[in-house]
């Protein structure tokens, strides 16, 4: 399959955000209806890249694996197809979270991939990649107070947002995320 780029976005070698913060600001120089190849090699990027586009009106056309490399394809949308792009108004600070650790009808759902997950998370914390979140919301309490959980805090804004979307009521973004967790941590 080939696929034609009008541009193309280097972003190999690059962990969460910065794939996503430099897909923004390339795609912010191109004209709309243009398609941004973005070449990465954080296998995150894939479910980050997806979610992001579809939050901000972009269109994800596709990912081709190629070797180590993940090839994704963004259409840039129109001004009329853009949404702006929002962070989730609720949100709790790390120490905060871990004051509720163990709390009765609390879940802590961590969005990172499974290899971030398996290498250190919060004790109790349920996994659900960014991805298979949609797929998979029946696996969660909507009853529950839920505090979603990624490294930086950037896919757990998208993650509460679409747990909201869906009927969850009582959600809450946890930022910085894991890159400032001082708390108790597991590793799988």
Known sequence: MTIKADHVLDAKGLSCPMPIVKTKKTLDGIEPGQVLEVQATDKGSLADLKAWAGSTGHQYLGTIEEGDTLVHYIRKASANEEKEEVDFANVISNEELEAKIGSENVTILDVREPAEYAFSHIPTAASIPLGELESRLGELNQDHEVYVVCR??????????????NGFTNVTNVKPGMTGWNGKTESK
């Open 152 to 165: 930086t805090g950037s896919r757990s804004a998208m993650a509460a947002q679409l747990l909201q979307d």
